[in-house]
């Protein structure tokens, strides 16, 4: 399974990946991408792979396998 | 801290973590610490001391007391997976504005955090314990350390950090230290997996490292003799607002707010709302304080959390509606401003909640409408939890104000006109 995952501290909302992958990707109010949280279907893997390859911020990545878990913050 | 002391109450002695019925300026001592908790309590543990904690953890069900009320032998398993030497952050940053207990305790009960400190420490196996806090709390701290003659089994460093908001926040904190930067970071690796020095690294609030001190020390069932069978034990509160004696209080987990709210004087006002667990927390009706029980389960009732342990009470004189556009106000500055939504969204959202509460703003079902979406393009969005909790904050404002709004709506205002936001200057 095949997801994409976005770092929303390195993404500047250029926008690039909203134009590569409208499939996946959907512009919020402000512009910054909303991300599909459902895995990326094997149709849409090489233009999810080119959407990430244009980001300038490297702020898009694809991740596959298991998901990792982890405690969020202290308490 | 600085508030008015009842002077019948000091004498009542009834605190496991704060000997006096508030916490007060003069610190335990560290002989007084020893007859009260015992020797030092790492010399408890058992052989396997990670697996032994871990058990005793889950026997109390023990849960961070930083806001996001994390298992704390959860957290013990993740950073003792890995075969590198393990680093101890006790965090009593406390960027929660309303919050006040865990400067509170580190200057009331230094001893209780350091044995709590140790005893973490030496169950993972850590080369160091950091304990990171405003740098006013530091004084006690070094008076603290310096009693105990560096008679500790791991070494104990002190740091001081900023005051902001965001700064608390675990991977904020561990930039902080690392980098001097103390905003969060999004990217793994997660604290536990790369933290302080490049190792994995345990992050406890303050409050919850005492909380095993008191648990190493008394065992679980001394532990138990507190709370209720599903939460036991005890915490602090942080009373602000309409309340005749505003300060830190230590309640049983699962006891009433009225009773601690009778502790304090009771309210100044009649009260129109509580804001339960602090800016990350929700607004309740004032209804709610007849029943509302301080726990997970009780406060899961209403919708709410316990958060950092805030109570703050809210006058009915005072316009909420003002009151909840100031917390979003503040809420969007505090932001630590690096993730889109949270910085375009929040602001938007503390706008729209201006001009709503300056009302009258026409359609109220258009701009209610359309903060809704605001907040669901927000929620989950950011790199750390800081505008989820804001935004759930806010909704609560939206739901339980809706009076309100509808009357401001129609340029009237249920409190009256020009009664200014009370979170402005009731905090602490």
Same mark, same amino acid.
Not at chain 2, 28 to 39: C, F, Y
Not at chain 2, 146 to 153: K, N, S, T, V, W
Not at chain 2, 348 to 360: D, S, T
């Given at each position: 399974?095949?997801?994409?995952?976005?770092?929303?501290?390195?993404?500047?909302?250029?926008?690039?990946?909203?134009?590569?992958?409208?499939?996946?990707?959907?512009?919020?109010?402000?512009?910054?991408?909303?991300?599909?949280?459902?895995?990326?279907?094997?149709?849409?893997?090489?233009?999810?792979? $080119?959407?990430?390859?244009?980001?300038?911020?490297?702020?898009?990545?694809?991740?596959?396998?298991?998901?990792?878990?982890?405690?969020?913050?202290?308490? | 801290?600085?508030?008015?002391?009842?002077?019948?109450?000091?004498?009542?002695?009834?605190?496991?973590?704060?000997?006096?019925?508030?916490?007060?300026?003069?610190?335990?001592?560290?002989?007084? +610490?020893?007859?009260? +908790?015992?020797?030092?309590?790492?010399?408890?543990?058992?052989?396997?001391?990670?697996?032994?904690?871990?058990?005793?953890?889950?026997?109390?069900?023990?849960?961070?007391?930083?806001?996001?009320?994390?298992?704390?032998?959860?957290?013990?398993?993740?950073?003792?997976?890995?075969?590198?030497?393990?680093?101890?952050?006790?965090?009593?940053?406390?960027?929660?504005?309303?919050?006040?207990?865990?400067?509170?305790?580190?200057?009331?009960?230094?001893?209780?955090?350091?044995?709590?400190?140790?005893?973490?420490?030496?169950?993972?196996?850590?080369?160091?314990?950091?304990?990171?806090?405003?740098?006013?709390?530091?004084?006690?701290?070094?008076?603290?350390?310096?009693?105990?003659?560096?008679?500790?089994?791991?070494?104990?460093?002190?740091?001081?950090?900023?005051?902001?908001?965001?700064?608390?926040?675990?991977?904020?904190?561990?930039?902080?230290?690392?980098?001097?930067?103390?905003?969060?970071?999004?990217?793994?690796?997660?604290?536990?997996?790369?933290?302080?020095?490049?190792?994995?690294?345990?992050?406890?609030?303050?409050? !919850?490292?005492?909380?095993?001190?008191?648990?190493?020390?008394?065992?679980?069932?001394?532990?138990?003799?507190?709370?209720?069978?599903?939460?036991?034990?005890?915490?602090?509160?942080?009373?602000?607002?309409?309340? $005749?004696?505003?300060?830190?209080?230590?309640?049983?987990?699962?006891?009433?707010?009225?009773?601690?709210?009778?502790?304090?004087?009771?309210?100044?006002?009649?009260?129109?709302?509580?804001?339960?667990?602090?800016?990350?927390?929700?607004?309740?009706?004032?209804?709610?304080?007849?029943?509302?029980?301080?726990?997970?389960?009780?406060?899961?009732?209403?919708?709410?959390?316990?958060?950092?342990?805030?109570?703050?009470?809210?006058?009915?004189?005072?316009?909420?509606? $003002?009151?909840?556009?100031?917390?979003? !106000?503040?809420?969007?500055?505090?932001?630590?401003?690096?993730?889109?939504?949270?910085?375009?969204?929040?602001?938007?959202?503390?706008?729209?909640?201006?001009?709503?509460?300056?009302?009258?703003?026409?359609?109220?079902?258009?701009?209610?409408?359309?903060? +809704?979406?605001?907040?669901?393009?927000?929620?989950?969005?950011?790199?750390?939890?800081?505008?989820?909790?804001?935004?759930?904050?806010?909704?609560?404002?939206?739901?339980?104000?809706?009076?309100?709004?509808?009357?401001?709506?129609?340029?009237?205002?249920?409190?009256?006109?020009?009664?200014?936001?009370?979170?402005?200057?009731?905090?602490?």
């Amino acid at each position: 399974m095949i997801r994409l995952r976005l770092d929303p501290i390195a993404c500047d909302g250029r926008g690039l990946c909203l134009e590569l992958l409208p499939e996946r990707i959907r512009p919020d109010s402000w512009g910054y991408p909303i991300i599909h949280p459902e895995p990326v279907p094997a149709a849409l893997v090489a233009a999810a792979r $080119r959407a990430v390859a244009a980001c300038p911020q490297l702020a898009l990545r694809l991740e596959g396998g298991a998901p990792a878990v982890a405690p969020a913050r202290s308490g | 801290m600085t508030v008015a002391c009842p002077p019948a109450a000091v004498a009542r002695d009834r605190g496991r973590l704060l000997a006096t019925e508030r916490a007060l300026a003069a610190a335990m001592r560290l002989p007084e +610490h020893r007859r009260r +908790h015992g020797g030092p309590p790492w010399h408890e543990l058992p052989a396997a001391p990670a697996a032994g904690l871990i058990q005793l953890a889950d026997a109390v069900d023990l849960r961070g007391r930083g806001g996001a009320g994390f298992p704390v032998a959860r957290k013990l398993e993740a950073v003792t997976r890995s075969r590198a030497t393990p680093m101890l952050l006790v965090n009593g940053v406390e960027g929660e504005p309303l919050s006040a207990k865990d400067r509170a305790l580190l200057t009331a009960a230094p001893h209780l955090v350091l044995d709590g400190a140790m005893v973490l420490a030496v169950a993972i196996g850590a080369a160091a314990v950091v304990v990171a806090t405003q740098a006013r709390t530091l004084p006690g701290l070094e008076r603290a350390l310096a009693e105990r003659g560096g008679q500790d089994p791991v070494p104990i460093r002190l740091a001081a950090t900023p005051q902001a908001f965001v700064a608390g926040e675990e991977t904020a904190l561990v930039h902080w230290l690392m980098a001097r930067d103390p905003r969060p970071t999004a990217r793994p690796p997660r604290p536990f997996e790369r933290g302080l020095d490049n190792r994995p690294t345990l992050v406890q609030n303050a409050e !919850t490292v005492a909380q095993v001190a008191l648990l190493a020390a008394h065992g679980a069932a001394g532990y138990r003799s507190a709370g209720t069978p599903g939460e036991p034990g005890s915490t602090l509160v942080t009373l602000s607002g309409a309340v $005749r004696w505003p300060g830190v209080y230590e309640i049983e987990v699962g006891s009433p707010v009225a009773q601690v709210l009778a502790r304090a004087g009771g309210p100044t006002q009649p009260i129109r709302a509580v804001l339960a667990g602090g800016y990350f927390g929700a607004y309740l009706p004032a209804a709610a304080l007849d029943r509302l029980l301080w726990s997970r389960a009780g406060l899961g009732q209403w919708g709410a959390n316990s958060g950092a342990g805030v109570i703050h009470l809210l006058a009915s004189s005072r316009c909420p509606a $003002r009151d909840a556009a100031h917390l979003a !106000t503040i809420l969007a500055r505090e932001s630590a401003g690096q993730c889109g939504p949270c910085v375009h969204g929040l602001a938007a959202i503390a706008a729209g909640l201006r001009r709503l509460a300056a009302g009258p703003p026409g359609a109220l079902d258009r701009e209610l409408a359309q903060l +809704h979406l605001w907040m669901d393009e927000v929620r989950g969005r950011g790199g750390c939890r800081f505008p989820d909790g804001s935004v759930a904050t806010i909704a609560s404002a939206l739901r339980v104000f809706a009076d309100d709004w509808e009357a401001h709506a129609v340029g009237g205002c249920v409190a009256g006109a020009g009664a200014a936001a009370s979170l402005a200057g009731g905090g602490r």
